[in-house]
């Protein structure tokens, strides 16, 4: 793979006319680079997307990565304009519509993902439609919460089969913080569940071991698998998440690979 990475890269800089050059450029950029994305690299995945889509601006899977990178970079309103066009250009394409739902949430902008994932509940592709069912559940308890002004008044649907006599405690988890968004991929080493709903994952990217906090295991947005397990160990994982106030990553999406 770093072969083909480096050709791609010099034939990139041979100022390539062929899309396909520069989008294989930032492909393998994204498959290869571990741990968290410099900015100097975000830049230069989206400067090689942005590349593609000069060559080709009907090639939607360019806009649908370009979206992530600018995710990564923390730059939600592009990341939502990419992958609007993405959608735009390929309508039945039911990823890039949770893609969008997904980039929706991390936004906090629950009224814009919940009709598509509505939608998406009742996709021919199981795995999406699994996904949709768990995300859009998130959706509405967010929406809920925030309905109620962070109030301790119980959302309605939501349930407690332990039965805390804390409404507080029966709240849906705090949303993820607004910080920068990013993305990696690695090995999730092992997933710490001692104070559920919340798990603590531990990923080695990097030569480095990541603390990501999930804040809700049962409604976490998952890619690659149908529930969230406390058994995962030596997993390959890709992961966006948001910088937390402690240091702990907060995860927007999980993906098992």
């Given at each position: 793979?770093?072969?083909?990475?480096?050709?791609?890269?010099?034939?990139?800089?041979?100022?390539?006319?062929?899309?396909?050059?520069?989008y294989y450029s930032a492909m393998l950029m994204d498959r290869t680079d571990g741990g968290r994305p410099t900015a100097e690299q975000s830049s230069e995945m989206e400067r090689e997307l942005e590349a593609t889509i000069a060559?080709?601006?009907?090639?939607?899977?360019?806009?649908?990565?370009?979206?992530?990178?600018?995710?990564?970079?923390?730059?939600?309103?592009?990341?939502t304009a990419s992958m609007k066009k993405a959608v735009e250009l390929s309508p039945r394409n039911d990823s890039y519509l949770y893609n969008l739902a997904s980039i929706y949430m991390a936004n906090r902008k629950?009224?814009?993902?919940?009709?598509?994932?509505?939608?998406?509940?009742?996709?021919?592709?199981?795995?999406?439609?699994?996904?949709?069912?768990?995300?859009?559940?998130?959706?509405?308890?967010?929406?809920?919460f925030i309905a109620k002004g962070g109030t301790t008044e119980r959302p309605a649907g939501l349930r407690n089969e332990t039965g805390p006599k804390d409404e507080a405690a029966q709240l849906p988890?705090?949303?993820?913080?607004?910080?920068?968004?990013?993305?990696?991929?690695?090995?999730?080493?092992?997933?710490?569940?001692?104070?559920?709903?919340?798990?603590?994952?531990?990923?080695?990217?990097?030569?480095?071991?990541?603390?990501?906090?999930?804040?809700?295991?049962?409604?976490?947005?998952?890619?690659g698998a149908d529930q969230f397990s406390c058994d995962w160990t030596?997993?390959?994982?890709?992961?966006?998440?948001?910088?937390?106030?402690?240091?702990?990553?907060e995860v927007i999406s999980l993906e098992m690979q």
């Open positions: 793979m770093e072969r083909a990475r480096s050709y791609f890269q010099r034939a990139s800089r041979q100022d390539s006319k062929d899309p396909f050059v520069h060559l080709d601006p009907n090639f939607a899977d360019a806009y649908s990565m370009l979206a992530f990178a600018q995710m990564s970079s923390g730059d939600m309103s592009k990341a629950a009224d814009d993902a919940i009709p598509i994932l509505e939608a998406l509940t009742r996709s021919s592709e199981r795995g999406i439609a699994a996904q949709a069912t768990a995300a859009l559940t998130q959706a509405r308890e967010f929406k809920a988890p705090p949303p993820v913080s607004a910080g920068a968004a990013h993305f990696l991929k690695g090995k999730l080493l092992r997933a710490d569940c001692g104070t559920p709903p919340a798990a603590l994952l531990t990923v080695s990217s990097g030569g480095k071991e990541w603390k990501l906090r999930v804040r809700d295991s049962q409604h976490v947005i998952l890619i030596n997993q390959a994982v890709a992961v966006n998440f948001r910088d937390g106030k402690d240091g702990a990553g």
